[in-house]
């Protein structure tokens, strides 16, 4: 029997970093959260923060400070809030100004001609942002980061939004800003697009420098080619 190929039919989203740019906004809170512990993160030791859950990243500041065994799970649950706090405080007033360039177009134009869409954000702060942004309508599928046992790298999350808008990995595009969530698509058997440099993103199957470049067409047309 001849296969059936597949189509695009859905479209799913990171929000930080390739919505908005709270990945900025994340590192700040870390930032402060970590020298509070008395350590010095940079931007490039962020990238291994991005797309990776609260607890998780705190691990990973913990870690790369070698002081991980000096708190118990009661102590890192409250450094991880009181970086929520910070963080919550650094989003009060984001607004649809706040789009990354091209994305609110580009969301309408996938609408328009039929695609469906979906989040798959790690972040549990995703739906207040939505509503922030005033984009939310948009999205037919918000996947739920509290319901997932493996958070990025893992495909999980990509795999519960694609379930939620009915379609089948390979009918998907996954769009991310991080290696971590790069990986999860991959995993999830999606056709990866990456926003941002590519000393970070080397496994995505399209990449671009910035939200400004990301059309449909372009990235139809890389799925196309591959
Ligand atoms: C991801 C961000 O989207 O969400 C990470 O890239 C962040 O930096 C993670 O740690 C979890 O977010 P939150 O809002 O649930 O702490
Ligand atoms: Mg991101």
Same mark, same amino acid.
């Given at each position: 029997m001849i296969g059936v190929l597949p189509l695009i039919k859905a479209f799913i989203f990171d929000l930080d970093g390739v919505i908005t740019d709270t990945a900025d906004l994340h590192f700040e809170a870390w930032r402060k959260c970590a020298e509070k512990l008395g350590l010095t993160i940079d931007l490039s030791f962020n990238e291994q923060l991005k797309g990776v859950d609260r607890m998780g990243s705190l691990n990973r500041i913990l870690d790369y400070g070698g002081i991980a065994n000096q708190y118990s799970m009661e102590e890192k649950q409250r450094l991880a809030e009181e970086k929520n706090e910070y963080y919550k405080k650094l989003i009060l007033? %984001?607004?649809?100004?706040?789009?990354?360039?091209?994305i609110q177009p580009l969301l309408v134009e996938m609408k328009r001609d039929g695609y469906k869409i979906g989040l798959a954000s790690a972040s549990k702060n995703a739906p207040t942002l939505l509503k922030s942004l005033e984009i939310d309508e948009f999205f037919e599928a918000k996947a739920d980061p509290s319901t997932i046992a493996k958070g990025k790298p893992a495909p999980d999350i990509f795999l519960q939004a694609a379930s939620i808008l009915k %379609?089948?990995?390979?009918e998907c595009i996954g769009i991310e800003d991080a290696n971590a969530g790069i990986e999860a698509i991959k995993k999830a058997g999606m056709f990866a697009v990456g926003i941002g440099d590519a000393e970070y993103l080397k496994e995505a199957d399209y990449l671009v420098y910035s939200t400004v470049e990301l059309t449909l067409e372009n990235m139809l047309k890389a799925w196309h080619s591959r």
């Open positions: 007033d %984001v607004s649809p100004k706040d789009i990354l360039p091209g %379609v089948q990995p390979t």
